[in-house]
């Protein structure tokens, strides 16, 4: 592990009234507020990740244990009474589900229809707000394929788009897995990149193990040989994230040419065309006659929207002439899904205690739904945006003031001129998380505009006395460390394009460095929907918190001072400032595209930020 210490810092500096807060030194802060922590020294923590002798990891099953802690309930015959056994899952899977996800009590309506309709062999779309279990029920629904054919042979991949997401849903397939104790075959492979593997093989040619699952990302996949006879199934969890944007339907003959998904495909366009037979000529024709009519796809995101949808089918990812299972249980949802969903729910036949199976009420449908769903809801979390001032660093809330003429005419973005991120960010940071630290036990999460390096990001807010510790996927695997109470609680740091699939329990705050980080963007990455994207990613920020068997999923009843947050922190007049005025302000944007979702923008305790350095100041003084 890497560790530095925080060096002392004397504060200076003028305090405003109202709701802007003049520039304090954090470090002192960080140091002074006895009342935070007791701690006298900063950290700034790696874990650091060595190549491994082997380029995969395998999972042995988990052993069932003894019936007296299963907690699975019984009815008076003694025969197991549970939500999930109408599901027609095997009975191991359902007993560690109530062993291992005992705050899960029962599937959410989307679940319910995506396992049915898996289990009855059709290709799924499914799409639902993230932290609503539908990484749960992909595990579910691959590991059950699994265990009906006791073959030991590879048949079913499952492609996530990070490395973080991966290692969750190895983490479900591991709490789902049983075995008898004579057992010793593994259940599924993690395969790892031949690039920190020291071998001879050729890339694309090394066979892929003799497990029933593989679970990979689709650049990792890519290097692996993929003549895979016995596959059966390819589960996509996020696959809009891997394709990245897609043309539009209309678009021209030669824009589509010049597109980023022809001229520079993702690592999934090649991985998907390998798996399913597809081959494309020199000029991009693709060839559907060697297609494998016995693969099943199933697809499962927060954001697809129709144009990724039209793409894979055009694409050949889907079998051609059967209709794909389309479901769409966000509040974006057309009146065709609605009515699709409300259908295929009312042939679910609903079971009462005494166990006869009763039809459900095709008029109460949609109001079951509605209730299922706010018994699962995932909690909203509170909208913050501060903006900096970039000649003094005072600090105030994001409004929709018009930008001042002189900072408009001024070139202004997150970073210096040395090119590193502004110094006035990182103390607001400081300042932040040491006026309102998350709970005890809690975490809070910081994000860097894309190619900020973790390593410096931790250096610098060492220097301002805040501890840190990078997420790598190993740290997630390893599992976070504890927060007792004589530590400061330390920020979490990752990288944007890691956050798909990251879930965290105890994370309460996360702070977006740099806004939506938009500036990043190419002039041909704004004109091709950059921008668009971008707001997305802001939903996707979002359904981080509050999700599926959380404690703060579906709790209404928390005190503020609990409450998770989005903490946005931006230059004033920088793009990013604008960018978040049309996130917040204006009625056309809200996120972006389909399925927008408008958000309230709450106003950060100013007062309290003017207390905390008056304080600072007296004692100083």
Known sequence: MLKYSCKPARVLCRVHAGHVVSRPTAACLMQGISTLNSATSSRHVRVHSYPSPTPLVQYKPVRPMSSVSTGVRQSPSGVRQSPWMNMGL????????????????QPTPAQKLFLLAVMAGREVFLKDD?????????????????????????????????????????????????????????VFTLLRSLQTVTTTTKASSLPIPDTPIIVATPKVLAEYDLTLPHLTHIFLDEPDTMTGQVPPRYTAGKNLAHHRINRHPPPIVDVMNRLLGIKMDHQGRLDF????????????SATMGREFKRFVKTRGWVKKGKGVVDLDFTEGATDKQVELRERLLSAVVATTASGVPKPVEGSKIETGVVEARNSHAQSEPEHYALVIDPDDGAISPLDQDPTPLALVKRTITSFDESGQLSSYLLETLALLHATSPPPSGAYALALPPEGVSLDQLGRDLSELGVSTSILTPEVLQLGLPPVTDEDAPPILLAQRSSLPGLHLNELHTIYLLSGLDCAGLSPSQKKSGGVVERMKFYNLVVGRLGRLGTTQSGDDDLDLAARQKVVSVVMRGSEEEKRLKDLFFEESHHGGGEGAVKRELKFWNMDNLNEMVENEVLAEH
């Open 130 to 186: 993230m932290g609503r279990g539908k990484t749960l029920g992909l595990a579910i629904a691959a590991l059950n394929q699994a265990v009906r054919d006791p073959a030991t042979e590879a048949r079913i991949v499952i492609l996530v788009p990070t490395p973080h997401l991966a290692h969750q849903v190895c983490d479900h397939l591991t709490r789902l897995s049983s075995a008898s104790s004579s057992s010793s075959e593994s």
């Open 90 to 105: 095997s009975s191991s899977i359902v007993e560690q589900l109530e062993i291992r996800f005992p705050h899960i009590q």
């Open 289 to 300: 006659t060697g297609r494998r009519d016995d693969v099943t796809t199933i697809w499962t």
